[in-house]
């Protein structure tokens, strides 16, 4: 179960997810005695490709994939890591079973 279903159970059956990450994101300490320094590790989010484009690409997906959607049209400025993100995970999801 994902943990926004979990905080809020009336949006699991709202919100459909194309399940792209495989448990939480890690998160690093970092820093010495001086100070600490949490950081979230976004680029462990996924194998091949990390980042916080996979959260919002695992509801876009799950969405379109509910609806029956077949093709993704994306648009963004010169070498937007949203678009190549879409490309990459649109693609792996023609070829996921339901």
């Known amino acids: 179960m994902h943990c926004l279903d979990a905080a ?52 876009i997906l799950g969405a379109a994939r509910d609806r029956g959607i077949k093709r993704m049209v994306t648009f963004g400025a010169i070498g937007t890591h949203h678009g190549v993100a879409t490309a990459y995970f649109a693609r792996e999801a023609e070829h996921l079973s339901a």
């Open 8 to 59: 809020f159970p009336v949006l699991k059956d709202r919100l459909k997810r194309w399940p792209l990450i495989k448990g939480h994101t890690p998160v690093q300490k970092m820093g010495g005695a001086a100070g600490s320094l949490w950081v979230k590790r976004d680029d462990e989010t996924h194998a091949v490709y990390g980042g916080n484009k996979v959260r919002k690409l695992e509801l």
